[in-house]
């Protein structure tokens, strides 16, 4: 953040130093304690300037960067706004302003300012990077690539860059592209979190091989990473190593018993092994845990048909086609238990959508799924 010399704005304001108590020694005292991270007796000494001289530029924008290291995230927006009052247009507290919200995780505003500064300032690859971390967040993909494309050539070996680059790629649907600059962050950083994502994305893009290594990475480096065991499985799964997967959907529940996704996955895998009530237990805990999971729904379905029970199966189905009209697999689960039901006329209306989806497949390949919605910065 941006630190403000106090005699340059005493300058401005025409104020010159009482005799008791000194402006330019409380300001000096103040800045001492900011720099040597006293943040409270620095806001202390801020404040007491701007009880001598209100409207001071300089201690109402330091005040604000200090309450916001505090995490006095309102109180610094205050601060900032005011400073902003007196220096309209002011980059510098602009993009304090802009920090101050990104903080408070108020991606909107935050966005508002550093889009001003990035106007200003085109060139500024850390208030691109920032503006492109909002983009992301308010799930403006393709604006973060747009943004931070023009930089990659002459920052290639910026880490900070790759990492939001490279995860603005893959949400854009551009994943090989994207995955090559996330593993760059996480073989330099060694970052389990990066190496999770690599993981993630290579495996929504079936690359098995690179899906098994990156989070052979991650476990090696962090194996109470939260969601890594399940990913581990998920691997095993793809892999055809059913009790492996079950192994390791089971560490991640022995860890967070109450994870609807290893729940899916350990359910899905118990019913490849044909150990229908084991999976119907834990699918139900998971659409308890996430009633709206079409994912945990339709593999609840599947176990319903498998045990006979086709009403409950094709209700379960109904349902996720209603979610997710487009998705393939329910259709031709239904179409097969509409028959099974003697519901002719319905398993027809299903066959002809399998019919009209794959060809539209065909003809528009879906994009690689992106698993990496809510990853941490390594």
């Avoid at 924008?61 to 309102?74: D, I």
């Avoid at 747009?146 to 880490?159: I, K, V, Y």
């Avoid at 939260?226 to 499985?233: C, K």
């Avoid at 099974?340 to 399998?354: F, L, N, S, T």
Wanted: net charge negative; hydrophobic share 45%; aromatic share 6%.
């Amino acid at each position: 953040m941006v630190c403000l010399c106090l005699q340059v704005c005493l300058a401005q304001t025409g104020h010159t130093a009482a005799a008791h108590p000194d402006p330019r020694q409380i300001f000096q005292q103040a800045l001492t304690e900011q720099q040597q991270g006293d943040l409270q007796a620095a806001a202390r000494n801020y404040e007491e300037l701007l009880r001598l001289q209100p409207h001071l530029l300089a201690a109402e924008a330091n005040l604000g960067t200090v309450l916001a290291g505090l995490g006095h995230f309102n109180a610094a927006i205050a601060h900032d706004r005011a400073a902003l009052g007196l220096a309209p247009g002011n980059t510098g507290l602009l993009l304090n302003l802009g920090l101050a919200y990104y903080k408070k995780n108020d991606f909107v505003h935050a966005s508002e300012q550093f889009h001003r500064v990035h106007e200003a300032a085109p060139g500024d690859l850390r208030v691109a990077i920032l503006l492109g971390e909002c983009e992301l967040h308010l799930n403006h993909a393709a604006e973060a690539v747009a943004l931070l494309q023009p930089f990659e050539a002459n920052h290639a070996g910026d880490l900070d860059l790759a990492w939001v680059f490279g995860r603005a790629l893959i949400r854009d649907g551009h994943a090989s592209e994207g995955v090559q600059q996330v593993v760059q962050v996480a073989r330099q950083r060694q970052s389990a979190e990066a190496w999770t994502l690599a993981a993630r994305t290579y495996l929504g893009i079936e690359d098995f091989d690179h899906a098994r290594s990156s989070v052979d990475n991650a476990l090696r480096l962090n194996p109470r990473l939260p969601g890594i065991h399940t990913l581990d499985g998920r691997i095993d799964a793809f892999e055809g190593q059913d009790d492996r997967a079950a192994e390791a959907f089971r560490q991640a529940l022995a860890a967070t018993p109450k994870d609807a996704e290893a729940l899916t996955d350990l359910g899905t895998v118990l019913y490849a092994k044909h150990q229908m009530e084991e999976a119907a237990a834990d699918l139900e805990e998971a659409l308890h845990l996430q009633p709206a999971s079409t994912l945990a729904r339709y593999e609840l379905a599947r176990v319903e048909a498998a045990q006979g029970k086709t009403a409950a199966a094709i209700q379960h189905l109904e349902e996720v086609e209603r979610a997710k009209p487009q998705w393939l697999k329910p259709h031709i689960e239904l179409a097969a238990l509409y028959f099974r039901a003697k519901r002719a006329r319905d398993g027809m209306r299903e066959r002809r959508i399998v019919d009209r989806l794959s060809a539209g497949q065909q003809a528009h390949p879906a994009p690689p799924s992106d698993f990496s919605a809510a990853v941490p910065a390594p």
